[in-house]
């Protein structure tokens, strides 16, 4: 079974040794829990560091689970109480509800609860209070060992012992390990003893744990006002830096405030621009802080570029070692592999630099307001975009929303790039020309916001005026996830509306490639609303008979998949079998073909039936692409805690994209030879655009 952990594990290179055992520098031992799978040598771990050695146990189910006494004592092993489908109570995997299982339960990871996010002074910070770290050795050794110990004594978790057993009991310790990392709270994981602890550090995802990074000052005196700020907020004084029109050297932590303006971070040769990033709409206490980190030149009409956000609370570490990093911002070779850190602290910036031997730099950019610039530049766009609809961003008339419809269906019939299938029509597959940037967007689901965010950013409608850039919706823009919409269309009209006026504005550089809810099946169901028939019935209401007939035409002539000479998009996963590019002209003659293109999803731990990397790698190969192609899809979110993932499935440039998230959405854009995922917070945009003038 697939390893989730497989190729994203780093050694943690600054360490303590506490009684023989190597720890991150940055942790202290009282934040320590053990857990892992049964046999793990969790026991002797902990009797060795000389911490509590009485087992505890945690359901992750339960409310408030990281109050439980368990946890006052630390460092000390705990065993988890997890959710798997089917069984109602949590149980842990040596209990007799899962071993007796026919089947290997899977996992039902949305019923663990995550602790909350600190948001004010005098709530506790449960995410900081504690590090996890799992003891997972590799199933062969953790057999071995508890084979071996049999012979010591009895053990009631060693009966009917297998070693197929203890695979499956590993698999779900590390999936929960990378949820649990995935959800924000701190974990590293461990092989064994004798082997450094690592961090999960996934391929293009930013942020790093700040307590990996955190060298400690010696503690300020009491006798100064420093000394007494410790005392009471148990952090370390950071000198303010005061941004000038020079650059002034880094030596040591400084902290810059979110005053609105702009800097620059000098890296050796290199420059990077910090931008604060201000939401329209939002009031003033549900504002983020956070930045954009961007190149000088930023977006423009002939070339839109990707950039970094660092959000309220994220660390991130600058330099060559990132790969996505130097791609995107095009490192010298000056600049360290590991150069600075950046903390988001309530929108202020520290920046630390992590070498001594090459120059960092900050200094201001210009004096005037970012906030100001940005409102008016912002506004522009979104008039741009009340233009294109042509009213307010409220769905259409029942009159007009046909005459679009039909437009629309009339260019779907000579849709430029799609070749002719055998009967002379647009076959199933779209072949975009290289010189145009692909914007690449996940489902959305009736997130309208998320669509008019995507639009009025970077400079997206600029390039699609100026066929510069390729829009590419991945399907699945209708019907809501969100609890207590999932029955109601009214947003799943308007964002169809929004689109087809999309394509009737830029009909050779917008494409919508068909998904699985692009249907009025009525296999289409969420949570047991068939939400295919009802937005037929709904649609029926309110357009007529007419319009439902032309929205199944839309729906019966998409194309299912898109490609250039970088990359190949679909809306789910790649076919079990070859195919040619002929067979995906010809789509209309293989249903089956497009049912996997639209329906199938990634093989995971406990879902053995979807696809793996050989498939991908299939795809590429039947149609005559380099095998380092970007294979991108959307429809199966990995988790609820992002909105991309990268190298899915430990997948080489297989990444997955998901538009629908309600704290913004998130794209693929290329830039250069790679493709950067960026990630938007989410705005009340409809609001905004219906009071302009």
């Not at 509800?97 to 995550?114: A, F, H």
């Not at 303006?261 to 009031?283: M, Q, T, V």
């Not at 259409?396 to 002379?424: Q, S, Y």
């Amino acid at each position: 079974m697939a390893d989730p952990l497989k190729k994203i594990l780093e050694p943690i290179k600054e360490l303590q040794n506490i009684r023989g055992i190597d720890l991150p520098i940055g942790l202290e031992f009282l934040q320590l829990v053990v857990t892992g799978p049964p046999g793990a040598g969790k026991s002797h771990y902990i009797e060795q560091i000389r911490g509590w050695p009485n087992e505890g146990y945690l359901d992750l189910t339960q409310k408030g689970w990281w109050k439980n006494q368990s946890l006052i004592f630390r460092p000390r092993e705990v065993h988890l109480g997890l959710p798997f489908q089917g069984i109602k109570e949590a149980v842990t995997v040596f209990d007799k509800e899962w071993l007796k299982c026919p089947i290997p339960p899977e996992l039902d990871l949305s019923r663990i609860r995550i602790p909350p996010a600190r948001k004010h002074f005098f709530q506790s910070d449960w995410r900081e209070r504690y590090i996890f770290e799992f003891l997972i050795p590799s199933p062969t050794t953790i057999y071995e060992q508890r084979l071996a110990r049999q012979s010591h004594g009895y053990f009631p978790v060693d009966e009917n012992l297998s070693l197929e057993m203890v695979r499956l009991q590993v698999a779900v310790y590390r999936e929960v390990a990378l949820y649990l990392h995935r959800a924000g709270l701190n974990v590293f994981i461990r092989k064994s003893l004798d082997k450094p602890p690592m961090v999960i550090a996934e391929k293009g995802v930013a942020t790093v744990p700040p307590w990996t990074l955190d060298r400690k000052p010696r503690r300020p005196s009491l006798k100064t006002a420093a000394g007494w700020k410790w005392l009471f907020r148990r952090r370390y004084p950071i000198q303010w830096i005061t941004l000038g029109d020079q650059p002034q050297s880094l030596d040591r932590a400084g902290r810059i405030a979110h005053d609105g303006r702009s800097f620059d971070l000098l890296l050796a040769n290199s420059r990077l621009r910090f931008l604060p990033e201000i939401p329209l709409g939002l009031k003033k206490n549900a504002t983020q802080k956070n930045w954009i980190i961007n190149t000088e030149q930023g977006c423009s009409t002939r070339n839109m570029r990707g950039f970094i956000r660092i959000r309220v609370g994220e660390t991130i570490v600058i330099g060559q070692a990132h790969k996505e990093f130097s791609e995107l911002f095009q490192f010298g070779e000056n600049v360290a592999k590991r150069h600075v850190s950046v903390t988001n602290r309530k929108g202020d910036l520290i920046i630390t630099p992590l070498v001594s031997d090459r120059p960092t730099q900050v200094m201001r950019h210009d004096d005037l307001d970012y906030r100001e610039q940005l409102e008016r530049g912002r506004y522009k766009t979104l008039l741009e975009i009340k233009r294109i609809y042509g009213q307010a961003i409220v769905p259409l008339a029942a009159d007009n929303a046909l005459r679009t419809i039909k437009d629309v269906n009339r260019i779907l019939k000579e849709e430029t790039f799609r070749p002719l299938d055998k009967d002379g029509n647009p076959g199933g597959l779209v072949e975009i020309p290289p010189d145009s940037t692909p914007v690449i967007v996940g489902d959305l689901h009736a997130q309208v916001n998320n669509l008019l965010k995507i639009l009025s950013e970077n400079c997206l409608l600029d390039c699609l005026r100026m066929k510069t850039a390729t829009l590419i919706i991945l399907g699945d823009a209708v019907h809501s996830e969100m609890a207590g919409e999932m029955a109601r269309f009214e947003t799943s009209m308007l964002i169809m509306d929004l689109i087809f006026r999309l394509k009737l504005t830029f009909p050779g550089n917008v494409f919508y490639i068909k998904g699985n809810h692009d249907s009025f099946a009525p296999e289409i169901n969420k949570n047991g609303i068939l939400q295919g028939e009802l937005f037929r019935e709904t649609l029926l209401q309110v357009r007529g008979n007419e319009y439902v007939q032309e929205m199944r035409y839309f729906y019966d002539h998409l194309p299912c998949i898109i490609l250039s000479d970088s990359f190949i998009a679909c809306h789910a996963g790649p076919p079990r079998a070859p195919i040619s590019r002929d067979d995906l002209i010809n789509i209309d003659k293989n249903s089956n073909l497009a049912i996997e293109l639209t329906n199938t999803r990634l093989n995971r731990p406990h879902y053995f039936t979807g696809y793996s990397k050989s498939d991908v790698k299939q795809l590429r190969k039947s149609l005559d692409l380099p095998p380092k192609t970007r294979f991108i899809v959307g429809h199966t979110p990995m988790d609820p805690f992002g909105s991309f993932w990268l190298h899915a499935g430990n997948i080489k440039n297989h990444h997955i994209i998901y538009s629908a998230h309600s704290e913004g959405p998130s794209l693929f854009i290329r830039t250069g030879e790679s493709f950067s995922p960026i990630t938007f917070p989410a705005e009340p945009l409809i609001d905004v655009i219906n009071d302009l003038i």
